[in-house]
């Protein structure tokens, strides 16, 4: 059987059904702009567009795909219809993959605001623009699947939402994004560098400024280790507890 | 008809302490409707599960087309359509949509699953309302389509999981006539129902399930021909205030030969060995006082053999399943 047509058909249905409905779409556009109103009035001064920037890009990210996921898989699970794809002839991993495309999709769409608004609008000077769309695409997909691995967790739509916000708000406070990793309490510090986010974060300062903790590629290729792990776990938890 | 499309061999499944499939062997043969009865709770589902992949099985092996296909399902899954026993599309999407989709997990080209998607919404008389979401199908509407969509991939073997629960006796009598039409045109089908009668009209062989062991499975011409020996006549008689232990007692002295159950105080079925002489117990009861109504001899029936081996009245299994 060839995978690429369902593979296909349900990344369509997917961005048909709940990626690209108004209030996703708007809250994609929205979403940036509440941020950098909240940091001007903040600063009660025109703000510091490379502060802020990574900040920005990666919540737009990490709030539109976590949760969008998670939610999306927890309905399908609710109504039973999830148990068409688990019984159609294509393998776990290509089902589970193709879910999450349309997510990783929605997190990219997300980021490409507040991307396009600082560098056509408040002229942010870009160092490495192959880095910065590495960065934006690995982290569109390490919070996707942060959202699958609470998606499996969760059995109501209302968990997945809680368990979402349960792991995104300590993660903003500690990936580095309002403050530096080297500036928190050094016992802090390593649950930092246990999260996938802070390695994203970095990344994409690599981009604007020169004060990344490490250089791109091991971002990227720490990235790219949680990704894989995520998906192994996820994987594996789906076939322990949806398949019983 | 005697190719075995699907071998379940010693199907065992443990839930922790609990087990809900106990050892359990049938064969279900190409080309048959396979009735698989039992009350609530007695493993038909779980049953089911295992045999499409959606549970792990404990113990025993699942063969399809002969071919052990117990630790990779996938390999089985292009054969099989799978109706649960809720209706459980995509509500935003329309009946035409939902169609093509179910389709395309399947690996269906686009022209192909137009072409089947069209075909079903005729078949199952929806081609009108292909444009409709399907949250805003009646329950009826939505059982079909939810049959259209296991069909769509032509599948050699289709699972039915109480494919006319709660839904209404026009709908019911379709579902009924596609089910025979299906089977006719060579789907085999596996069902399950609580509707004894439905599995009586519809099924060819018939296996009953009580507490994760199979009970009894045999043709339904086998089984019918069990009861033939027995007779039944049931007598309504208008409402009247009596002691129906009483009563039932007084009828098993007069008559010794017959069993008797009372029902809702209006009704009482006799059953024997012999044929039964309606007569005498019409007498014995005016005699008693009471205004007999009706006098039938009943056919026994498949409901019969059911209680006689699970020991549960049909009537009760079904409120039960509705009330679900």
């Known amino acids: ?244 | 008809m005697d190719e075995n499309i699907i071998e379940a061999r010693h199907l065992t499944k443990h839930y922790s302490d609990f087990t809900a499939v106990d050892d359990i062997s049938f064969k279900v043969q190409k080309g048959e409707i396979f009735g698989f009865l039992g009350p609530n709770g007695a493993g038909k589902t779980t049953t089911i599960n295992m045999l499409i992949g959606m549970a792990k099985i404990s113990s025993g092996k699942v063969f399809y087309h002969n071919e052990d296909v117990t630790k990779n399902m996938k390999k089985a899954q292009s054969l099989i359509g799978v109706v649960a026993d809720e209706s459980n599309l995509y509500a935003e999407m329309n009946g035409y949509e939902n169609l093509c989709f179910c389709g395309a997990l399947y690996g269906m080209k686009k022209q192909k699953r137009k072409k089947r998607a069209n075909l079903l919404l005729d078949m199952f008389a929806l081609s009108e309302f292909r444009n409709r979401k399907f949250q805003a199908y009646s329950k009826g509407m939505k059982r079909k389509l939810t049959i259209a969509a296991g069909l769509m991939h032509k599948p050699e073997i289709l699972f039915l999981d109480e494919p006319t629960t709660g839904i209404d006796v026009a709908t019911v009598r379709q579902i009924r006539e596609l089910i025979r039409e299906l089977n006719k045109n060579g789907t085999t089908i596996f069902l399950t129902t609580h509707y004894i009668e439905e599995a009586e009209r519809l099924c060819h062989r018939i296996a009953f399930i009580k507490t994760g062991k199979i009970i009894e499975l045999d043709s339904k011409d086998n089984m019918l021909e069990k009861t033939k020996d027995k007779n039944r006549i049931e007598i309504s008689f208008a409402a009247k205030n009596f002691d129906t232990k009483k009563l039932s007692e007084n009828l098993i002295n007069k008559f010794p030969s017959l069993e008797n159950w009372i029902h809702n105080k209006t009704t009482i079925e006799f059953s024997g060995k012999n044929n039964i002489n309606i007569v005498p117990i019409i007498n014995y009861l005016d005699n008693l006082g009471f205004k007999v109504i009706e006098a039938k001899v009943m056919k026994p029936s498949l409901e019969d053999i059911f209680v006689e081996l699970t020991g549960i009245e049909a009537n009760i299994m079904k409120k039960e399943k509705e009330r679900k």
């Not at chain 1, 990936?175 to 802070?198: D, E, K, N, Q, W």
């Open chain 1, 1 to 244: 059987m060839k995978t690429w047509i369902p593979f296909w058909n349900i990344l369509l249905k997917d961005m048909k059904n709940y990626y690209l409905k108004p209030p996703n779409i708007s809250w994609g556009i929205i979403f940036p702009f509440a941020w950098m109103l909240m940091m001007f009035l903040k600063t009660k001064t025109a703000f510091n567009i490379e502060e802020i920037f990574p900040g920005i890009v990666t919540m737009s990210i990490l709030f539109g795909s976590t949760s969008m996921l998670a939610v999306t898989i927890t309905f399908e699970r609710k109504s039973r219809s999830f148990e068409r794809l688990l019984l159609a002839p294509i393998s776990i991993e290509s089902l589970v993959f193709a879910k999450i495309s349309g997510a990783i999709v929605f997190g990219i769409f997300n980021s490409l605001i507040p991307i396009l608004l600082s560098i056509l609008y408040f002229k942010l000077e870009i160092t490495n623009y192959l880095v910065l769309f590495t960065g934006v695409i690995l982290l569109s997909i390490v919070s996707t699947m942060l959202g699958l691995f609470i998606s499996v967790a969760a059995k109501e739509v209302f968990e997945a939402q809680t368990y979402s916000n349960f792991f995104r708000f300590p993660m903003i406070f500690l990936c580095g994004l309002f403050v530096p990793v080297v500036a928190l309490p050094i016992f802090i510090r390593p649950i930092s560098f246990l999260l996938p986010i802070t390695y994203g974060v970095d990344l994409l300062r690599s981009t604007i400024t020169d004060g990344a903790l490490l250089p791109s590629l091991a971002n990227i290729v720490i990235l790219v280790v949680f990704i894989s792990l995520l998906f192994s776990l996820s994987i594996y938890n789906i076939k322990k507890k949806w398949i019983i």
